[in-house]
């Protein structure tokens, strides 16, 4: 399972939404080609993809919806309850908590951490904000996804505490590279890059820069 | 200009933040090794993607950190304000609404948008929701970049909406493949893929599954 790209399991959250959609829809039967159609990408693509973890297809029937569709769920790990800290109760944080996929996919926001003395102690979406501080003791709460939505100064130091506090995934949505150990999984959501790349893209559009020379720096 | 590459842009976005960190704690001037090691990459990278934009840089001095913030700034189009139309009043739509950063950084949520019923008319942090049928209309408003919050199932169509009405931008944060026309620009913030890609690592490093055979499917 090592092999198995990263652009892979992007790919089986993708192919599972849309078992999900057609699913609720009451179909039985899926081809490959139409999932491979909502992808932009080629059923011989999807074939493979699924290949990874057995033969769920029959040649000329397509996969059936519901068995795929449990297949992949347990997959990516999506037959079970994760138990969450959120870290940073700002903007970001507060957002997070408010949004409420996280728990419609399995991901339970179980304690909340800031080291801001103005939040610490206060109630957000029925949990206690914790003083970071207690980060060490996640352990003891079973902890085992960390969402990082600090400012992007503290984050480097929180990936560390919640590596130290057992915690083996981290989703990071502080906008700056993190370094964690290897066996520890990070991922990222940066905002904050999408938008900038995407206004970069539209100034080019709009008044494209004239390309100065090079020039050397220390 | 055309050759900058996304993940030059990217990095761009970073050494910005970084910049504005040192910045605010006074910091005259930044080598290219201090910016390069934050991102764990080489000095020669940084100094590679900032040459493209002209020479910042002095040799054995570094980077001015004032004057290189400022051109980054405005390569990437922050030294303006990008109105934005958000599209979708749920539970991911009502959070960046209450998310205060985007405006920090120059976007400014201007009109937002929802197809049911229940939620056009009601009041969401100071914007009215408008019908979603009033789409078209977006370009008499001055909308440049199109936020989709909405379920999977829209959003293809109101991509296509946004376009019609002129948006050149769009920031996808619904789960799954868009297909937009060449010129515009569109980024994809998937909060449920990079959840879904973390429990699959925990899952895998705890409990690898056995690699059956490939099978055929239609």
Chains 1, 2 share one sequence.
């Not at 970001?92 to 801001?116: E, H, K, N, P, W």
């Not at 501080?133 to 902890?143: D, E, V, W």
């Not at 999408?194 to 080019?204: D, G, I, K, P």
């Amino acid at each position: 399972m090592g092999r198995i790209s990263e652009s892979t399991v992007r790919r089986l959250s993708h192919y599972y939404r849309v078992l999900d959609e057609v699913h609720a829809e009451g179909r039985r039967m899926i081809s490959s080609r139409r999932l491979a159609e909502r992808e932009g990408i080629t059923s011989a693509q999807v074939r493979k993809d699924l290949s990874y973890f057995g033969s769920f297809g029959r040649r000329g029937l397509g996969y059936n919806v519901a068995h795929l569709r449990e297949e992949i769920r347990s997959i990516l790990g999506l037959d079970r309850r994760w138990r969450v800290a959120l870290v940073g109760a700002g903007h970001i944080g507060s957002a997070l908590l408010a949004y409420r996929g996280f728990a419609a996919q399995g991901f339970d926001i179980v304690a909340i951490y800031d080291r801001d003395p103005a939040r610490i102690g206060q109630k957000l979406s029925g949990l206690t904000v914790l003083d970071a501080a207690a980060l060490p003791a996640a352990a003891t709460l079973g902890i085992e996804i960390g969402v990082i939505a600090t400012p992007l100064k503290a984050a480097q130091e929180v990936a560390e505490a919640l590596v130290a506090a057992g915690v083996r995934g981290i989703l990071n949505f502080a906008p700056r590279k993190l370094f964690v150990p290897e066996g520890v999984a990070l991922r990222t959501v940066d905002m904050t890059v999408e938008l900038e790349s995407l206004s970069f893209a539209l100034r080019q559009a709009r008044a494209p820069r004239r390309r100065r020379g090079s020039g050397p720096a220390e």
